[in-house]
């Protein structure tokens, strides 16, 4: 088994403030990121990116070339992790995603991140499709939108659990069985 | 607009027998391809292929060369429509579906068919990430497993409205907006 | 190393007629499928599908559910085979190609058929970028045109060998080096 | 017909310097960027990314982060450009490429940079075969390796032209034919 981590939308262009709505997510994943590099795993960042030319009718916070692309600081510094632009919803969207998996040798993947009714959902069925193991992080994603009803998120896991076969799990239960530290000088990462 | 209508797993392998569960649904898919036909749009039965060497865990009745591929009889003949596989959940899924469309000049999709928490749901999302028009019939499709709590379908449809922001509508209701019959000589599937 | 033989366009719409032009290569082509039979690797034919809503300019003879679309008499029967449809030039054109291999777990691949200037080229360059090794067979590949300049065959498989750092060998070297004959009940193809 | 100028691999990793061979090509590609802006067409660099992870053999001078992914400076500045990194050899290779043509509802692309058997031989299949017009620029393409034989160009926009049925054209008649100046306040590329 060779577990990757994938952290989707936590950037700055979705609003993550200490005191704002689910902030408090932000620290679990944090506790994740830790986990992933005690563990020699790959933690990969993937949050949209739209273009000026995309012809969408809503207003866009993560335009190319703009400050809502980066990851939020509570999850800097990034520069042993993969930064992938997903281009629509899923994880996969338009993108090198899975090349990218493919090519590390990576079979499991860990998802966390905002919100679970859109690109959870999407990133873990494209994920199960092109048959990457999948294990959702049940308490490092949420539904992002005050707006929407109570139990969305679980009735996402649901789906993820029954439809797609997938593992949801808290935190220290993953970690537990997906991220448990390598032996000093073990990378699992670099494969 | 130049829609196309998408019937995702109406097949035998599906088992939609006389008295089985969900059957009725059957004859307001056939009403849709009827409405389709009137309006001259085209109509594309999507359903699952499975190989023997797919190397998955489940048996499968949807194997390349088996009886469980053919359309069902209450929806032949099929020789006006498109009959595509899809390798795995979503109707895009490792198949020709996207290419299919786009060189028809399709830019609208209405989606029917089961399951709603499966294969419509991740058909709605890819259709909608490859920026088609999504519209989900909401009494051409169903959760077509009992083992489902209620109101899966409901779930559903509500995260298809609410993330990807497509319609969902009664078979009526989407016959009179996007199915309108064409004045004689005026297929409009043929473009 | 898993290796499995992709046989291109070897499709009766085609024209492969005894006393045809460049027809003594379908002999080694069923060669080669004894090979790899032989060699316990999986035979794949991938050849081209059209559809009437194709909006292509030509006229084709391998349109959906016409008799082009068959393999050719001499490389029948196909019982043991995976058969695929690529929609336009690539092996790897909007189809399941690329998916079957990975869920095989196929990392080399043996390419015949034709042309070497056309589907050949492509499906090289398409493999190669997959990450497949890419082994091209010198003899059971040609140009199947007889209005391309001569050298036509050897300029793409230049390109091959030095772009695509791919093999390019007779058949006879092929199969010394990536079919031998597996022990009796060692089928490699089932994996 | 809506146009875009997509221009492969002029980044600071391939080595383009004053007195550096193919270097009087920059000059025709900068006329080509030029061009394209007065007819309001949209330009698009597209060059090579590795990952560290990619797991590739040769050295990379086009890491993710380094300075060799910056377009060179003779074609600064690029920002009404539209900058994507292919993960391959292909301009379309595992990226937003095709989806961001697509919702622009570009339908033709003309092609520049190098290698002409390399980059652009693939970028001009893959645009053809997503069904785009394919014009290749004669003179503002080049094989950017002094090993590879004479006739190397020549022959590959040979297969271009006969197999693609692309054009290939020299600049100034792809100026005169696909980017004409348009009138004031009619920017083609906004659409």
Redesign the interface.
């Known amino acids: 088994m060779k577990p990757a981590v994938i952290i989707l939308d936590m950037a700055k262009g979705y609003g993550w403030q200490p005191g704002s709505f689910g902030y408090e997510m932000v620290a679990r994943v944090r506790r994740l990121k830790d986990a992933a590099y005690a563990a020699g795993a790959?933690v990969l960042h993937v949050h949209s990116m739209r273009?000026p030319?995309?012809?969408l009718p809503e207003h866009s916070t993560m335009l190319a070339g703009s400050d809502g692309l980066e990851v939020i600081p509570e999850l800097q510094p990034i520069d042993r992790d993969?930064l992938i632009y997903k281009?629509?919803?899923?994880g996969f969207?338009?993108?090198?995603l899975?090349?990218?998996l493919?090519?590390?040798?990576i079979d499991t993947v860990l998802i966390a991140g905002a919100?679970t009714?859109?690109t959870v959902?999407?990133t873990a069925?494209d994920a199960?499709?092109n048959?990457y193991k999948v294990v959702v992080l049940d308490d490092c994603c949420m539904v992002h939108r005050q707006t929407?009803?109570p139990g969305?998120h679980e009735?996402?896991t649901?789906?993820i659990r029954?439809?797609?076969k997938a593992e949801v799990l808290p935190l220290d239960a993953a970690i537990a069985k997906y991220l448990a530290p390598s032996p000093p000088g073990e990378g699992r990462?670099?494969g």
Request: without cysteine; charged residues 25%; proline residues 2%.
């Open positions: 790959q273009r030319t995309d012809n993969i281009r629509y919803l899923s969207s338009h993108n090198d899975d090349y990218t493919r090519t590390m040798g919100s009714v859109n959902l999407w069925a199960h499709q048959r929407e009803p969305a009735g996402a649901r789906i029954s439809v797609l990462g670099e």
